[in-house]
């Protein structure tokens, strides 16, 4: 079974417009992160926000927002006032405790932002 | 401070050649981790090596494996290279080794091409 899925592998917004990248995950582990990626077609993954399993709140970074729905195994990704920059695939990924520094990741979204 | 390494950026092979690419990691970083990413299969995990030894495999083929050095740097070679080898190779710092939430720090990667 799939630990990380992402539904959507293509989504378009406008500029400035806000957009949420879903991702949904699988583990029996009770201690676990949760991640997002950034990869431009350059192909260098760029960090971008992280959520552990324990936190009770949602994880912010700049324009980049995590919605945590621990019950529903859900973290999606919220980019807030998109800019064309954005453009670039993005990849929701997992670590596990028991995982070492192990990461899985989900087959991506890629997100194209016009002008 | 200099990001993580990969050498070479590209490059091209024949069936049945073998092929070494390198990592050099963040100064200080000890563990290193190597990915591959296909279109197909997306991005999966191959090995980590932290402190010269290999702490977590992936479901790879003995074909491939690795290595790391005392001063972290790290090697991954494919032996008997196959058309589906074809692939970027990502390459990940990091300098926790404990607990879940620690950034990961990607390399640029390898492009490798198998013909």
């Known amino acids: 079974a799939q630990k990380i899925t992402q539904t959507q592998p293509g989504m378009f917004v406008q500029e400035k417009e806000a957009v949420t990248l879903d991702c949904t995950y699988d583990t029996s582990d009770p201690s676990y992160g949760l991640f997002w990626y950034k990869q431009p077609s350059s192909g260098e993954m760029i960090f971008l926000i992280y959520q552990g399993s324990y936190d009770q709140q949602n994880a912010t970074e700049g324009r980049y927002s995590l919605n945590f729905q621990k019950a529903r195994k859900s973290a999606n990704l919220v980019i807030s006032a998109s800019q064309l920059g954005d453009s670039a695939m993005y990849f929701c990924?997992?670590?596990?405790?028991?995982?070492?520094?192990?990461?899985?990741f989900g087959k991506g979204t890629m997100l194209l932002v016009s002008p | 401070k200099a990001g993580v390494t990969q050498t070479p950026r590209y490059l091209i092979k024949t069936r049945g050649q073998q092929v070494t690419l390198s990592c050099s990691p963040i100064?200080?970083?000890?563990?290193v981790s190597w990915y591959q990413q296909t279109p197909g299969q997306g991005l999966q995990f191959l090995f980590e090596?932290?402190?010269?030894?290999?702490?977590n495999k992936g479901n790879f083929p003995g074909r491939f494996s690795g290595r790391q050095f005392s001063n972290s740097r790290s090697e991954m070679n494919v032996s008997t290279l196959e058309l589906g080898d074809s692939a970027l190779y990502l390459c990940?710092?990091?300098?926790?080794?404990?607990?879940?939430?620690?950034?990961?720090?990607f390399g640029p990667g390898t492009r490798l091409t198998v013909t």
């Open positions: 990940a710092s990091s300098s926790t080794t404990g607990g879940l939430l620690y950034e990961q720090y």
């Open positions: 990924a997992m670590r596990e405790n028991s995982g070492y520094s192990t990461l899985t």
């Open positions: 090596y932290f402190s010269e030894t290999q702490r």
């Open positions: 100064s200080g970083h000890r563990s």
